[in-house]
C-alpha cells in the first residue's frame, strides 16, 4: 500500500513539475535559434552517438552488370513477351486529358475562369526543357491558361524567389511548379519552400508530404509521378490492397510519395535503396514493383516473381543491343 501510495505522490510530483515546463517550452519554441535544431547531429556526435533522424547519406547506385542471356534464356524471354500484358500509359493519358477537359469546359461554362499553371524554369537542361515544353503542350490541350519564367543557370536564388512571388500574387495563377533540379549553387529546399500551399501543384509542401503520410488527412496536391502510377494501377483493374508493394528508390519526388499512397491504398510497402542488402531477394517477393531509382540496367528478371505488376517510372538512354541482349524489364514488360 506504501508503495502505491508513494508510486502516486511521485507520478503527481512529476507531473507538477512537467507540465509547466513543457507550457513554458512550447511556448517559447518559436523563438529558439534554427541552429539549434540543425546542430542535433553535431551534438549527437559530439557525445558520440548515433543521430536519431539517421544521416542523410545520397543514394549512390551501381548498374548491376550481368553476363550476356544465353540463347535459351533469350528464348525463354520471348515467349514471356508473348504472355505479357502491357499496361499502355499512353491510352490513359490521353483518357486523363479527355476528362480534364471537359472539367475545364463546365467550369468555363459555370464561373467564367479556367485553371492557370506557372512553371518556373532555371537553366537550359534539355531534359528540363523537354518537360516544361510538354507540360505547356498538355495544357494547351485541356484548355488551362500557362504561364513559363524562364531564368539562366548563374542567375541568384533572389530572382527565383522574386518570380515566385509573383506568381503567388497572381490570382489567374492556381498552380506554380519550380522545374527540377535546381543549378547547384541554390537551395532547393528553400525555393520550393517559397511556394504558397495552396499553388503547391507539385506537392512538395512539408505539409502536403506530411498530410499524405498521415491517416485522416488530405494534402491540397499529390506529386504528379507517384499519382500517375496510382492511376495506372487503378484504371489498369490492378488490385493494391492486401499485395505485397515495392518500390526502388527514395526521392521526396517519387520514392517516398509513391510508399505513401501505396500504403494509404493499403498495400504491404516496401522500399529498396542504394543501401540495401540483396535487393533481388526483396523484390522477388512483390506483387508490385515500382522501379523510380533513375538508374539504367538495375532490375534483372530474376528479381521479379512470375504474373508481378512492373512500372518503370525512368527515363534512362539504354543501348538497344544491351536491351534486346538481357531483356532489362521496363514497363512495356509490365505483367498482371
Partial sequence: MRKMMMHTFLLRTIRAVAEPIMAVVSTTRPQIPSSYFHSAATRSKQYNRPPVLGLDLPDVWTPRKDAPASSCQRHDDANTLLHTRVIDGSSIAEEIRSEIADEVCKMKDSIGKVPGLAVVLVGSRKDSETYVRNKIKACG??????????????????????????????????????????????????????????????????????????????PLFIPCTPKGCIELLLRSGIEIMGKKAVVIGRSNVVGLPTFLLLQRHHATVSIVHAFTENPEEVTREADILISAAGVGNLVRRRWLKPGAVVLDVGTNPVETCLWLCNRIPTVREATA
Fill in 141 to 218: 490541350e485541356v484548355g488551362i491558361r500557362s504561364y513559363t519564367a524562364e531564368l539562366h543557370e548563374d542567375c541568384t536564388e533572389k530572382e527565383v524567389f522574386s518570380v515566385v512571388s509573383r506568381f503567388n500574387d497572381d490570382p489567374s495563377v492556381h498552380g506554380v511548379l519550380v522545374q527540377l533540379p535546381l543549378p547547384k549553387h541554390m537551395d532547393e529546399e528553400n525555393i520550393l519552400s517559397a511556394i504558397r500551399i495552396e499553388k503547391d501543384v507539385d506537392g512538395f509542401h512539408p505539409l502536403n508530404i506530411g498530410y499524405l503520410a498521415m491517416r485522416g488527412r488530405e
